[in-house]
């Protein structure tokens, strides 16, 4: 068995009951880059752990190679856990990996986790929705496989008063920003960069879309999202975790 798992957004207190429980019993453990290091101490003793992590323009296995390599392990041990950041199926590739085992036979089960899509904003003291500000919210990638940040992008689509949150996105700061004051949005949008969101190091800029042009993202930790919306705002009220560098 195979348990596409999801590792929460980094603090140890957000991963689930069950996603601890498999990872205590599983015989290898195939991570990635973005999840908490100190989750592999809750291993047993004789695990075998297996990094296959990514970050931008530098990947430890090419997917098609992680994929072969969950394939493998499955065939040799009886619990193999694929432990990703966030939530699996939240761009985490996850349903590909799923799709690889299902086409040669191996049972696999998803183990959702909380996604930094709403706990970073959380943990921000900024809602993702709030009544008569935003009824809905949207979660874009900005890491796509084009060179065109655009290639899949509908941003005609975002010109609405709901909450965009990019993934992935802050290295293409000033082109996101571009892109949404082009469509109309206005150049006083708030938005927030919120990065190592949960830890004890997590940091915030607040800003506007204008402002924003003149952030130096490379000052800025990774893993970091984008928030746009007028639920920013809130974080002045609203910012509870007391992070501590």
């Keep these: 068995m195979v348990y596409l798992t999801g590792a929460g957004p980094g603090n140890l207190d957000l991963l689930t009951i069950k996603a601890l429980r498999v990872i205590k019993e599983a015989d290898v453990i195939i991570y990635d ?8 101490d809750e291993a047993k003793s004789g ?15 090419p997917q098609e190679q992680i994929n072969e390599t969950i394939y493998q392990e499955a065939l040799k041990h009886q619990s193999v856990v694929r432990l990703k950041g966030g939530d699996p199926l939240v ?14 036979g191996v049972e696999f089960e998803f183990i959702p986790g909380i996604t930094s899509a709403i706990a970073a904003p959380t943990y921000a003291g900024i809602p993702v929705t709030h009544r008569g500000v935003a009824v809905s919210f949207r979660v874009i990638t900005a890491h796509e496989s084009s060179d065109k940040l655009d290639s899949q992008i509908d941003w005609d689509s975002l010109r609405t008063d709901e909450t965009l949150i990019f993934l992935m996105g802050v290295h293409r700061l000033e082109q996101i920003v571009t892109a949404l004051m082009q469509i109309g949005k206005p150049s006083t949008t708030p938005l927030a960069i919120i990065s190592r969101a949960t830890f004890k190091d997590q940091n915030i800029v607040v800003s506007t879309l204008q402002e924003s042009l003149n952030i130096d993202t490379d000052q800025i930790a990774r893993p970091a999202l984008i928030v746009v919306g007028e639920v920013v705002r809130f974080k002045k009220s609203l910012a509870w975790y007391r992070s501590t560098p």
């Design 33 to 40: 880059k973005l999840i908490n290091f100190e989750i592999l």
């Design 47 to 61: 695990c075998r752990f297996i990094y296959v992590g990514k970050s931008r323009g530098l990947h430890a296995l």
């Design 91 to 104: 761009f985490g590739r996850g349903s590909e990996e799923a799709l690889y085992l299902k086409s040669r």
